[in-house]
C-alpha cells in the first residue's frame, strides 16, 4: 500500500466518526463551534499518533478518550454554558428589556445532521435525539465534567462501567459513584423535556403546522391557542425570557412587532422541530434572517420557542440561506 493510499485509509476511518464524536463534545460542552473545534482537535491528535495505536482498544474507544481528554482540558477554564431561564426567573413584560450576554454565556443550537448518526433501531435513535434535547444537555452542564463524561458514556452511549473506568484510568467503583452522584444531581435539576416522536406523529406535524400559520400571519389569538399556558420564549443573547401566553403574544406586538409578516423556514436542532425566522428585508424585497427557532412541544401544545438571534452564526451552521425572495 502506498503512503498516499494509507493516508486515505487512515483519513477515512477517522473521519467515520467524526458525527458520533461531534455529539459527544457537544454534550460535554454545550457548545456548537467549541464541539466542532474538540472533534478537529481530536482527529487532528489522532492522525499525529496513529503510528501509536496499537489496536489494544478499537479504534472508536481509542478516539473516545482523546474527545474526552480535549473537552476537560477545555472545561477547566470553568465555563459552563447556560440557557436565560437558568440564570433567572421570568421578565414580566412591562419590565422587558433586551440585555445582551457575552455569546460564550449560551447554550448553543446544533443541527441534527452534525451530531446525530444514522441508526436503524428506533428505539437507540429516540435516545439519541432526547440526549441532545436544549434541556438535557443545560441540565448536563450543572454536572463537574468527569461525571458529565461518565453519565455520558453509561446512560447516553452504553458503555461497561469497565470501558469507561479503562478510558478515565480509574476504577470501576469510581465510574459507579460518579454515576450515581450525576443521576443524584440531575434528578433535582428542573428540565422539561420535549415529548416529540420519532418521527413526527400526525398530531405534532398538525401543531406545526397551525404554529407556523399563526407565527406567519401574526395571529395572537391562534397562536395563543397552540401555547401551553406555562411556555417559555427566550432569545439569546438577551437574558430576558417570558413566561405565559399573554406575556409572550405581549412581546410579540410591542417590542418584537417588526416580525409581523415573517416567514417560517422548516429545519431540524437538538432532536426537535426547529425553523429559520426570515422577517420582512426594511431595506429591500424579500426577508432577511432573524432568528433560528428551536420548539419544544409537551401534551399536544408549543411549550417552548427558544429564539437564537446571531444568526450570521447559526443560518451557516445549518445551511440556510441568507435571503428570501418574497416568493418563497
Request: charged share 20%; net charge negative.
Amino acid at each position: 500500500m502506498s503512503d498516499l493510499t494509507a493516508a486515505a485509509d487512515i483519513d477515512g476511518r477517522l473521519e467515520g466518526h467524526r458525527v458520533e464524536l461531534t455529539g459527544y463534545c457537544y454534550r460535554m460542552l454545550g457548545s456548537s463551534f467549541e464541539a466542532e473545534d474538540a472533534v478537529q482537535d481530536t482527529l487532528v491528535r489522532a492522525w499525529r499518533s496513529f503510528d501509536k495505536f496499537e489496536g489494544r482498544s478499537s479504534l472508536r474507544s481509542w478516539l473516545y478518550r482523546i474527545a474526552t481528554n480535549v473537552c476537560l482540558d477545555m472545561l477547566n477554564a470553568g465555563n459552563k454554558r447556560a440557557r436565560p431561564v437558568d440564570l433567572s426567573g421570568p421578565t414580566p413584560l412591562a419590565q422587558a428589556a433586551l440585555n445582551p450576554l457575552p455569546e460564550n454565556t449560551w447554550l448553543e443550537p446544533m443541527p441534527d445532521g452534525r451530531i446525530l448518526p444514522s441508526v436503524a433501531d428506533p428505539a437507540e435513535a429516540a435516545v439519541a435525539k432526547e440526549s441532545v434535547r436544549l434541556a438535557f444537555v443545560a441540565a448536563l452542564q450543572h454536572l463537574p465534567p468527569k461525571q458529565r463524561a461518565v453519565l455520558i458514556l453509561r446512560e447516553v452511549l452504553a458503555w461497561k462501567a469497565s470501558e469507561v473506568a479503562e478510558l478515565l484510568d480509574t476504577s470501576v467503583a469510581s465510574v459507579n459513584s460518579a454515576l450515581q452522584r450525576a443521576r443524584a444531581t440531575l434528578s433535582d435539576t428542573e428540565s422539561t423535556a420535549s415529548d416529540t416522536a420519532n418521527p413526527l406523529d400526525d398530531e405534532q406535524r398538525k401543531l406545526l403546522d397551525r404554529y407556523v400559520a399563526a407565527f406567519e400571519g401574526y395571529d395572537m389569538a391562534a397562536l395563543t391557542a397552540l401555547l401551553h399556558e406555562d411556555a417559555v420564549m427566550t432569545m439569546p443573547p438577551f437574558d430576558l425570557w417570558l413566561q405565559g401566553h399573554g406575556d409572550i403574544t405581549g412581546f410579540m406586538l410591542s417590542i418584537g412587532a417588526s416580525c409581523a409578516g415573517s416567514r417560517l423556514v422548516a429545519t431540524e436542532a437538538n432532536g426537535t422541530p426547529a425553523f429559520a425566522h426570515y422577517k420582512p428585508n426594511p431595506d429591500g424585497p424579500g426577508f432577511v434572517p432573524w432568528a433560528l427557532q428551536v420548539i419544544d412541544i409537551s401534551d399536544g401544545a408549543i411549550t417552548g420557542m427558544h429564539c437564537f438571534l446571531d444568526t450570521p452564526r447559526w443560518f451557516p451552521l445549518f445551511g440556510l440561506p441568507d435571503h428570501l425572495d418574497d416568493a418563497a
